[in-house]
């Protein structure tokens, strides 16, 4: 019997999984492997999903396949098989862009920017990422004040401006928002990341035009970089992009930057750019309080179509108090859940699907932490805290690094008095441990059980 009476529901349960995806992954791992995924078919009890190309098909096969094959079964309700294929070139060009599509097949669009003989005049900005649609709040409210003003005076006020803070809180929604504001006022804008910056760079001097390469980064009006911490370590890309920086400020025209961290904080990036993203405004955005959780789920359920009652939209901002991704990711899951049994979206349903999610968000004790990390990886709980440095400690020291950050969230200045280590040393840790989690089978099973063990100890 087809469990799965219907494309419609295949697609339904293919984006509850994404959802739930969402919320299990590192950012980086999901944008990189399934953000830009899509449900070709269903055929026969098999999930054919489409990739871009063949590397991420051979990644998601050789690397994810399990965890996908595994929460697919559990928003489906039953054994389905798995199968990742190649898009062709028709579908690419129409495949989901947003990292939390929901029901809507939303693309980021091209815009036209202001003439020039020295850009190509078009860039990809997210059509949902305006200052109308961004939820102000005491965690990001100079941030938005800050991106507004160099939107208004661009290249006099804030020159440059950097905005810092964690994953999903909203700095590539405001970096987009400039975008589309100045773009209105007939500014020239140029919006890249900067690993699109250094694979353009790369391909410059591999075809030998980098003459083309300088002339089309020199000349906007603004120039929006996302991420810009991954230029740190790539020596020839923060040599361009230093003198790139230079042209531009000497010019009056305006910089605008996004990172996870403050720019002091970027050790492995040089200090003569450190020092220039410094000489501008650097601000943060903090993680929503509760109140502007719950603003956020109500604007984003409004925006597809969606009126959630209150107890509802409280529900999901009083569980996920990570960030605004997490939140999408929630909700993306209740309302798919609602759609694939044509049910109301109600308290006691979205209940019932958020406690298949994640554990709830609980305080931590730190001490606990420290004791089951120690407990769990076999080492001396005084050595971990202490000044061991055997490769089995100070990899247990990374990992209860990470933890602490990620869900205890303690600051770095915390973590590192409890540890006893400089807030440079505390950010290398929990660095090296995000790579292993995207590369390393055991780190990250360690880490999950560490997680699991932790929320079950907090309840």
């Not at 699109?196 to 089309?216: C, G, H, S, Y």
Request: charged share 25%; hydrophobic share 40%; glycine share 6%.
């Amino acid at each position: 019997m087809n469990h799965l009476a219907g494309t419609p529901r295949a697609e339904a349960i293919w984006r509850a999984t994404l959802g739930e995806l969402q919320l299990r992954m590192p950012r980086a791992t999901y944008d990189t492997w399934l953000k830009n995924s899509t449900l070709l078919a269903y055929e026969d009890g098999c999930f054919i999903i489409g990739v871009p190309n063949a590397y991420a098909k051979d990644w998601l096969e050789q690397r994810l396949h399990g965890l996908v094959k595994r929460v697919l079964e559990s928003v489906a309700g039953h054994a389905v098989e798995l199968r990742f294929t190649v898009r062709p070139p028709a579908e690419r060009r129409t495949s989901m862009t947003d990292a939390v599509p929901l029901l809507l097949k939303e693309t980021a669009f091209p815009v036209e920017t202001k003439p020039s003989s020295s850009s190509n005049g078009r860039h990809l900005l997210n059509p949902r990422y305006t200052f109308e649609a961004f939820i102000v709040g005491d965690n990001n409210r100079l941030a938005h004040a800050a991106a507004l003003s160099v939107t208004d005076y661009p290249g006099q006020k804030f020159n440059p401006l950097l905005i810092y803070g964690g994953t999903g809180l909203g700095k590539t929604h405001l970096l987009h928002a400039i975008g589309h504001r100045s773009l209105s006022r007939g500014i020239r804008v140029l919006y890249v990341t900067s690993e699109e910056f250094t694979i353009e760079l790369i391909n410059a001097i591999r075809t030998q035009t980098t003459e083309a390469f300088r002339n089309k980064y020199r000349t906007s009006d603004i120039l929006l970089i996302d991420d810009i911490q991954f230029i740190a370590g790539k020596e020839s890309t923060q040599e361009e992009f230093f003198h790139t920086f230079n042209t531009l400020h000497a010019a009056n025209r305006q910089i605008v930057l996004t990172s996870d961290r403050h720019p002091l904080a970027m050790t492995t990036l040089e200090e003569r750019l450190r020092s220039r993203f410094g000489g501008g405004l650097c601000v943060d955005i903090k993680p929503p309080d509760l109140e502007v959780r719950a603003a956020i789920v109500k604007a984003k359920a409004a925006a597809i179509g969606f009126h959630l009652p209150d107890d509802v939209v409280m529900l999901i901002a009083q569980r996920v108090r990570t960030n605004i991704r997490d939140l999408e990711g929630a909700l993306n899951r209740v309302v798919a859940e609602a759609q694939m049994y044509n049910s109301p979206i109600t308290l006691q349903q979205a209940q019932a699907v958020l406690e298949t999610l994640a554990p709830p968000q609980v305080a931590l004790s730190p001490e606990e932490t420290v004791k089951l990390v120690a407990r769990h990886l076999g080492v001396d709980e005084d050595e971990l805290l202490g000044r061991g440095r055997s490769k089995e400690v100070a990899m247990a020291r990374q990992i209860l690094m990470y933890l602490l950050r990620h869900v205890c969230d303690l600051s770095l200045p915390q973590i590192g008095e409890l540890l006893g280590r400089d807030h440079t040393t505390v950010i290398y840790g929990i660095e090296k441990v995000e790579r292993l989690i995207e590369t390393d089978d055991h780190v990250r099973r360690s880490i999950m059980r560490l997680r699991e063990e932790l929320f079950a100890t907090a309840r």
